[in-house]
């Protein structure tokens, strides 16, 4: 009977760990939520002469709390990168703050399992006093996880890329970032927006500018959005490459 009663507190001591050990995991990930947190809050709030101070004491206060307990933070992020990789590859997390009013936050957003990396390169290898601004571009983050998926080229994708090439008068330059556009919607965009709007000279200076801005990573805006934008420049000094005037002597 002894024996049993023993036992029975034994499970009992093994349940309470095993909770006490879950609370515990539960306020790390809140800990690394409240980083990002105030990382954002720190970029919200860096040019206002108010709050900018307090949201930086803040923000600093917390990274020093990280970096004290390696022996709690550190282990947790090495211990989730090894046994919870496939999901800390699908859930995201905010991770800057957009300068302007935007519909879409995926590009402001992050992997958790790359913010792990970041914070374990950043705060604990190089001992930074702030996570870098941008995590792209660092060594322990593929980029390519962040590239925008796009799906086959649509049907006439070749047919519309040959009209372009042969009928704007793009140069050289610009024929190559159109053929390598890794969004196939380029070229159909600017074809529709040519056989809507008719071939002007004033139209093909318009597509030409246009495809620099439709080519950027991660770009949300369409050609028709670029249009309004470009409206006041319509017309206004504009002189085709092949009519400029030619120095004189």
Same mark, same amino acid.
């Given at each position: 009977m002894k024996k049993i009663i023993l036992t029975i507190i034994y499970l009992i001591c093994l349940m309470n760990l095993a909770y006490a050990q879950k609370i515990s995991d539960n306020q790390i990930s809140l800990d690394f939520q409240k980083l990002a947190n105030l990382k954002v809050d720190f970029e919200k709030y860096r040019n206002n002469t108010i709050k900018k101070d307090s949201v930086l004491i803040l923000y600093k206060d917390h990274i020093n709390k990280i +970096? +004290?307990? @390696?022996?709690?933070?550190?282990y947790y992020i090495k211990n989730s990168l090894k046994t919870d990789e496939l999901k800390l590859t699908k859930e995201r997390l905010q991770y800057k703050y957009p300068l302007t009013d935007v519909n879409d936050l995926s590009q402001y957003l992050i992997k958790w399992i790359d913010f792990f990396r970041v914070i374990k390169y950043s705060l604990f290898k190089k001992n930074d006093d702030l996570l870098p601004i941008d995590f792209r571009g660092l060594p322990v983050v593929d980029e =390519? =996880?962040? +590239? @925008? !998926? $796009?799906? @086959? +080229? @649509?049907?006439?994708? !070749?047919?519309?890329?040959? $009209?372009?090439l042969d009928s704007v008068g793009f140069n050289s330059k610009e024929k190559k970032m159109l053929k390598k556009a890794e969004n196939p919607d380029v070229v159909m965009q600017i074809k529709e927006y040519l056989d809507e709007k008719g071939l002007s000279l004033e139209n093909k200076g318009f597509v030409k500018w246009a495809l620099k801005q439709l080519i950027l990573p991660n770009n949300n805006i369409n050609l028709f959005m670029l249009d309004a934008i470009y409206e006041p420049n319509r017309n206004k000094n504009y002189v085709p490459r092949d009519r400029e005037p030619t120095n004189q002597h």
């Open positions: +970096k +004290k307990s @390696p022996e709690i933070y550190l =390519n =996880n962040y +590239k @925008p !998926k $796009y799906g @086959p +080229k @649509p049907s006439g994708h !070749k047919l519309a890329l040959r $009209y372009l």
